[in-house]
């Protein structure tokens, strides 16, 4: 792009054609205040803040949506500008009930922070108190029409970053509000509680309940990190007052990894469950008290040290470090036996991509970021906005965005299916069937050249006969074209899938999946939605490798003796507490009292990934480390410590 | 040099900026040969004699507030408004978005410690007015220092220009709205 020159100020700066006045400014450090303007999204010229003098233009123009052209005289700093600028404040202030002394911004708001650098003191007109409310239906999120000054930050974070474009302005003129879906409350509206909306916000408006009135940004310490929940690894930045986490934003979310979610965001800001602060041991009486770790290491070593039919079983919610000692633990107790909770759900995935390609393994999936160049998208037997809200944001914002297509295989609504180009509802259980179809229809609607390179692929598909599929799924066979037409057409297409495949735990459907996938571009582009933090770490430690599952040992009586580490992990705790009840010893390490540590023999307490140092391996293999948010207790040792210890304790 | 008179009153708020001044410490030993209160909450003098400066605390909610405002402004060469309250309405005005019956009813009868609640009406208490007005919307004000309570630093700001025979405009980094 053209290099052009304009003079800012009395000085010349340089710029390229395409920029507007604004970006000029501020990469070259000219101060212009802005409100509306938000680094990473389109901008609307709302608020009038950033308006500037430029020569020869008969008004004062925004910054923010002028286009800089070679040899401008701009101005940024001028009585008159300083003076409109003032008017803006004044009136944005008496337009709606901004009083500082009871909002939950004072002091961090942006709206406020202007009107100290105009030395607003007073208003001259009067202020128009109009009645507005305060949405506070959503658990999490609170919108207060008071203090909005309709600046759409929020508005356009949760369309173009989000996705789900939830918000938006309702209304008309003096009336106008930001509103959720056709005006509903927010907690009931299809929201998908990202928390974008409050991070953006300039003023008091949108903000995170749990949050509020905890402390100010600019008295808590921000801490970057990443987030270990699921394992896409998104960056983050926790806000930290009194050794408590008060916010989670994200650095930029308009980054790749930088956009947050509904449990990122809030997840590590609830206690989930008592915490386990000391080791427990069971005294005669069969209860679980709290004991010294050298009490605990020596009944581990007693009761594990020598005995056979010893078997670990790892959360992959846990850091690479802890799983490396856990591994290393185990070999030490000579076990075999040695799984991961979703350690089926990773060897489906494995033996898939062995039958489709023996020679690659996880690395063959795809990026997330490809989903986002995708142009097209088959999302089967996977719920991301659920499992991982990221991966879901990214589809709908390729489909807004950049107009992927769609395709869902699911029998079930979900937030999808209405911008899905074709929704195809298989009943449950006949999901390859409708693989198979969807492969041969794009056969058919393929190039015969292209089709001709594919062959090797082609194969699985070429003898279904498409009109028995669909009278075998009760579907309209024209919907089956349509998405053959789509994927045939398509370049690069990603397919995503997740636990609606995997529980199946049927390898040939993946690699099915996988040959489907050959057919949607000039590579596969697969991303499996695999279920914990550290899943693809656990994998590549081989800590999910074993031929069997542990739940078929448990199940058969094969084990003795059961190691578990847990950390903070909770769910279906039930289920797990139930398939352990035959082990004659069991230790649980785990953050957090559940009904698998109730069944232990001994308890060895975890730290949270917010209070540790660690490295995560995401879904698509990328390496992040998380960085302690708070301190711990300091008698709760690091997970991969503890495991050491009791690996050193045995030789004893 | 003659002391300059002050007047300082204290409407519909909490007198936090009031004590806000009392904060200035030891500046006030300084004033104190400077200035000369007249009527304030300080002084418990009820009636006004002509000031150089008025200093008005509070919001204007009722009709008694108004009267008093009107009456410094009548007696005082240069007014100032201190805090929030004053100058935009403050946490008072957290009112203007309801129906001043609904308030009062409310705050007499609706609330649970209340037995046989009443709304008074004896001809010695002042009525409410309809809303609760910054005290530029009532009289001319010349100059603000605002905060809810404003810094004692902007309080001896304020006072040092104003002796310095110049009107005071609160430079940013002493500014506060809350």
């Known amino acids: ?652 | 040099m003659a002391k300059v008179k002050v007047a300082t009153i204290w409407l519909e708020s909490c007198a936090g900026c009031h004590m806000s001044f009392l904060d200035v410490d030891e500046f006030i030993i300084d004033l104190s040969k400077l200035i000369e209160f007249r009527r304030s909450p300080i002084t418990d003098i009820k009636d006004f004699t002509p000031v150089d400066v008025g200093i008005v605390e509070g919001s204007v909610g009722n009709e008694e507030e108004k009267e008093v405002l009107e009456e410094l402004r009548h007696n005082c060469k240069i007014l100032m408004a201190l805090g929030d309250c004053a100058c935009f309405g403050g946490v008072c005005a957290m009112r203007n978005t309801l129906d001043k019956e609904d308030v009062l009813k409310r705050a007499y009868i609706d609330t649970p410690s209340t037995y046989k609640g009443k709304i008074p009406v004896a001809p010695g208490v002042p009525s409410l007015l309809d809303k609760v007005y910054p005290a530029n919307q009532i009289v001319k004000v010349d100059c603000y220092v605002p905060g809810c309570p404003p810094e004692p630093e902007a309080i001896k700001y304020g006072l040092t220009e104003l002796l310095a025979g110049r009107i005071p405009v609160v430079p940013s980094n002493i500014m506060r709205f809350d």
């Not at chain 1, 739940?551 to 279906?572: P, R």
Request: some cysteine; aromatic content about 6%; hydrophobic content about 35%.
């Open chain 1, 1 to 652: 792009m053209s290099e052009i020159t304009l003079t800012i100020n009395g000085k010349q700066v340089k710029g390229k054609q395409g920029d507007t006045v604004l970006d000029i400014c501020q990469a070259n450090g000219i101060d212009v205040p802005t409100l509306c303007h938000f680094k990473g999204l389109t901008d609307v010229g709302a608020c009038r803040l950033c308006l500037v003098e430029i020569e020869k233009e008969r008004n004062l123009v925004p910054s923010c949506t002028y286009p800089a052209r070679d040899g401008q005289v701009v101005s940024t700093s001028t009585p008159r500008l300083e003076k409109y600028r003032r008017l803006v404040l004044e009136l944005l202030f008496t337009e709606r009930n901004h009083l500082c002394a009871y909002c939950v911004a004072t002091g961090d708001c942006e709206l406020q922070s202007l009107a100290y650098k105009y030395q607003m003191d007073n208003t001259r007109y009067q202020y128009s108190w109009p009645t507005q409310t305060t949405d506070s239906s959503h658990p999490n999120i609170v919108l207060d029409h008071n203090r909005c000054i309709l600046c759409g930050r929020c508005i356009r974070i949760c369309d173009e970053i989000t996705g789900a474009h939830a918000l938006d302005f309702g209304k008309r003129g003096w009336k106008t509000n930001v509103c959720a879906d056709i005006n509903q409350p927010l907690g009931e509206s299809s929201c998908i509680s990202c928390g974008g909306c409050f991070q953006v916000c300039p003023t008091g408006a949108i903000f995170s309940k749990i949050s509020a009135y905890r402390g100010r940004p600019s008295e808590c310490t921000s801490v970057e990190s990443t987030c270990a929940i699921c394992g896409i690894g998104c960056d983050i930045n926790g806000l930290v007052k009194n050794n408590r986490v008060v916010r989670i934003d994200s650095p930029d979310m308009t980054k790749p990894r930088g956009l947050l979610c509904e449990i990122g965001r809030f997840e590590p800001l609830y206690e989930a469950a008592d915490r386990i602060t000391t080791p427990l041991k069971r005294n005669n009486k069969g209860q679980l008290v709290s004991c010294s770790y050298e009490e605990a290491l020596d009944a581990i070593s007693k009761k594990l040290g020598a005995s056979d039919g010893i078997a670990g079983l790892a959360s992959a919610k846990a850091s690479n470090e802890a799983l490396k000692a856990f591994a290393d633990l185990m070999d030490k107790f000579g076990s075999k036996m040695v799984d991961t909770i979703d350690g089926d759900d990773c060897r489906t995935v494995t033996q898939g991509i062995a039958k489709f390609d023996s020679k690659s393994g996880l690395g063959i999936e795809a990026k997330l970021e490809d989903i986002l160049s995708a142009d097209s998208i088959v999302v089967i037997g996977a719920h991301p906005t659920k499992t991982h809200p990221v991966i879901g944001s990214y589809i709908m914002r390729a489909a807004s965005k950049n107009k992927a297509q769609l395709v869902v295989i699911d029998p079930l609504r979900n937030p999808f299916t209405f911008r899905a180009s074709v929704w195809l509802k298989p009943p449950e259980g006949k999901k390859e069937i409708v693989v198979n179809a969807l492969g041969k229809s794009i056969l058919d609607k393929m190039p015969a050249k292209s089709a001709a390179d594919k062959t090797k692929y082609a194969a699985a598909f070429k003898d279904i006969d498409i009109k028995k599929a669909s009278k075998d799924l009760g579907m309209d066979i024209h919907d089956i074209v349509k998405a053959g037409e789509i994927l045939a057409g398509s370049k690069t297409g990603v397919i995503i899938y997740g636990s609606g495949i995997l529980q199946y735990k049927d390898a040939a459907l993946v690699a099915t999946i996988l040959n489907l996938a050959a057919l949607t571009g000039e590579k596969p582009r697969v991303i499996s939605l695999k279920r914990y933090g550290n899943s693809r770490g656990a994998w590549d430690l081989g800590l999910a490798g074993a031929k069997s599952s542990l739940s078929a040992d448990l199940a058969k009586g094969k084990v003795k003796g059961l190691y578990m580490l847990l950390v903070d992990d909770l769910a279906d705790s039930q289920t797990l507490a139930d398939s352990i009840k035959g082990v004659q010893f069991v230790v649980v390490q785990a953050s957090y009292r559940s009904p698998v540590t109730e069944k232990a023999d001994v308890v060895l307490p975890s730290l949270l990934w917010t209070e540790s140092k660690g490295s995560y391996t995401s879904i698509d293999g990328i390496s992040k480390k998380t960085v302690p948010l708070v301190k711990a207790k300091p008698e709760i040792k690091t997970d991969a410590d503890t495991l050491k210890e009791v690996a050193g304790h045995l030789k004893k």
